[in-house]
C-alpha cells in the first residue's frame, strides 16, 4: 500500500494518523458471572471524534459501555482515559474524570421537571458549576423544547423529548466523552434524524468526543467518522464509514 492508504482492521488498530487517543481500550475481557460478553476488544477514540460502535444485538456493545464507565468491571484488558488507567475504578470516579453516559431507556427522572433535570445534571462531577454556565445556552439553543416548557415533568414527555432531555443532561457536565446507547430505540425516522445530527454538532461545535451504540446503520454512518463492528463480543471490524460500505455486511451481523 502507497503511505496514504488505509484499509479495515480486524485487531483493534489504528492508522498512525487518527487523532490522538482520548480513550484507549486494549485486550478487554469481560461478562457476567461465568458468561463471559467480550473477548479481547481494542477500540480508541480520538480527541474530537465521533465514533460508531456497531454489532447486531447481544454482541457486547452495551456491554462494552458499561465496563467503560465502571458499571461492569473488566476481568482483564485496560481502559485508559486522557492517558490515566480508569481499569477497576469507581463509576463515581470514571464519571468525575470526563465521561458521561446516555444509557438506553433515556435517563431521566420521570419525576422531576426538565429544569430540574436539567440542574441536577448540571451539579453532577468537578466540572458542574462551570459548566453550568458555559454549556447551558448551547444546549437550550440544540433542544428549544427544553426552554418552552421548562416545568413540564419528564415523564410526561414523548420518548422523542426524553432522549434529547437526556443528552442535554449529560453535556451539562461539559464531558470529554459522551457515550451513548442507542438513542434512536422507538424513535420515529424523522426523530432518529434529529437526534443524531444533534448529537453531531455536539460533536463539531463543542469539540466533545463521541462513542455512539447504535443499530441504525446507515443513518449513523452518515455521522460518524470511524467505525467499530463487533461480533459475539470480539472484534469483527474497524475502518472508516467508507471501507465499512465496501464491506460484505453478511460477514459482521
Known sequence: MTGTETSPRVDGGTPADSPRALLDISGLCAGYGKHVVLDGVSLRVGQGEFVALLGHNGAGKTTLLRSIVGLVQPRSGRVLFGGADLTGQSAAAIIASGIALVPQGHGVFPSLSIAENLALAGSVGTRGRSAAGEVR????????????????RAGSLSGGQRQML??????MAKPRLVLLDEPSTGLAPLLVDEVLAAVKQINRELGTSVLLVEQDIRRTLVHADRVYVIKLGAPAFDG??????????SGLF
Not at 445556552?137 to 413540564?152: I, K, N, Q, S, W
Not at 437526556?166 to 453535556?171: D, E, G, R
Not at 472508516?240 to 455486511?249: A, K, L, S, Y
Request: hydrophobic share 50%; net charge negative.
Open 240 to 249: 472508516t464509514p467508507e471501507e465499512m460500505h465496501e464491506q460484505d455486511w
Open 137 to 152: 445556552d448551547f444546549v437550550l439553543g440544540l433542544f428549544p423544547l427544553l426552554t418552552e416548557r421548562p416545568r413540564a
Open 166 to 171: 437526556a443528552i442535554a443532561m449529560a453535556l
